[in-house]
């Protein structure tokens, strides 16, 4: 699996220094998954969690967004599209509706 991450404005190695104007942007290019659902969400999400532990999360007022590209863009669809295509529901909708909740933006890309 493929995750690359750019920080804007903060080092990895700062984490707990965190203040809430912090931008975070990570691009998700597998299509891997685990137990059906893109095992890069489980990731976004450790990552949202990490951030809310020390208060300077999505809902503390960091900006997340995840940009969904190649193999991963399936994971965007919606249930309908997806059970058209796939012959089953998107397994990826609740996750993506909880992380949604709390402040992560989901981006398709443009080229993908």
């Known amino acids: 699996m493929r995750i690359e991450v750019v920080i804007v404005a903060l080092r990895l190695s700062r ?3 965190l203040a809430a104007a912090d931008k975070v942007v990570l691009d998700v290019t597998s299509e891997a998954e685990e137990e059906g659902v893109l095992r890069a969400f489980d990731r976004v999400a ?3 969690n990490l951030f809310a532990s020390g208060n300077a ?3 503390d007022g960091m900006k997340m ?3 969904l590209h190649g193999g991963a863009t399936k994971a965007a669809l919606s249930d309908a599209a ?3 295509r796939f012959g089953k529901l998107n397994p ?3 996750l993506l509706r909880e992380l949604k909740s ?3 933006e989901f981006l398709v890309c443009g080229q993908a």
């Open 82 to 84: 997806y059970k058209n």
């Open 102 to 104: 709390v402040g992560v």
């Open 46 to 48: 450790r990552f949202a």
């Open 57 to 59: 999360g999505p809902k």
């Open 15 to 17: 984490l707990r220094c």
């Open 92 to 94: 990826n909708t609740a």
């Open 65 to 67: 967004a995840v940009v």
